[in-house]
T-cell receptor
Framework: KAGVTQTPRYLIKTRGQQVTLSCSPI?????VSWYQQTPGQGLQFLFE???????NKGNFPGRFSGRQFSNSRSEMNVSTLELGDSALYLC?????????????FGQGTRLTVV | AQSVTQLGSHVSVSEGALVLLRCNYS??????LFWYVQYPNQGLQLLLK??????LVKGINGFEAEFKKSETSFHLTKPSAHMSDAAEYFC???????????FGKGTTLSVSS
């Protein structure tokens, strides 16, 4: 069974640009969550999508957005990039069955903003 | 609001020694608690999870954790550390309905020979 796939693995962008990251969940999983990981703030929840609907949202500015497609693949977009957006962005998928459901993580996309 | 606190950002042990990583949770309702491990340049892997079926939870790679409601704790232990256990460990709790996770700040485990 293939795992969670995130593309690209590495990305360098210039301040002010926008970026789109992609996540393909495990086959059959309907929930996709996104997290930002930085040395200073640790792992922070961005948002969760379940069956194409945003189910939960973390405390991030509106520059961070996401969506989920009918095949459960998800994208997150960051507009008007700032230096502080440099981070490892992790995607996790789960069956979405409940709060005790295991989340499976991808290897992440390392975004560097210069 | 749900939250978890991991005491100690860095723990160092010798190979063969007991590993103890601490996690306390803050919750007004019975929580769902998880321990994840992250190796360098990798995503997170689930070690174990507490779902109220048993207070002592056994996970992968010889790790286990005990849920203590009176202490609001869910500490992770392993009787004998291996060099391969060196990694960063995260305690997490589920956020509201759904599967979104709130993580602690993480504890880096170093194992020396």
């Amino acid at each position: 069974k293939a795992g969670v796939t995130q593309t690209p693995r590495y990305l360098i962008k210039t301040r002010g640009q926008q970026v789109t990251l992609s996540c393909s969940p495990i086959s059959g999983h309907r929930s996709v969550s996104w997290y930002q990981q930085t040395p200073g703030q640790g792992l922070q929840f961005l948002f969760e999508y379940f069956s194409e609907t945003q189910r939960n949202k973390g405390n991030f500015p509106g520059r961070f957005s996401g969506r989920q497609f009918s095949n459960s693949r998800s994208e997150m977009n960051v507009s008007t990039l700032e230096l502080g957006d440099s981070a490892l962005y992790l995607c996790a998928s789960s069956s979405g069955g409940g709060m005790n459901t295991e989340a499976f993580f991808g290897q992440g996309t390392r975004l560097t903003v210069v | 609001a749900q939250s978890v606190t991991q005491l100690g950002s860095h723990v160092s042990v010798s190979e063969g020694a007991l590993v103890l990583l601490r996690c306390n949770y803050s919750s007004s309702v019975p929580p769902y608690l998880f321990w994840y491990v992250q190796y360098p340049n990798q995503g997170l892997q689930l070690l174990l999870k507490y779902t109220s079926a048993a207070t002592l939870v056994k996970g992968i790679n010889g790790f286990e954790a005990e849920f203590k409601k009176s202490e609001t704790s869910f500490h992770l232990t392993k009787p004998s550390a291996h060099m391969s256990d060196a990694a960063e460990y995260f305690c997490a709790v589920t956020y509201q309905a759904g599967t979104a996770l709130i993580f602690g700040k993480g504890t880096t485990l170093s194992v020396s020979s």
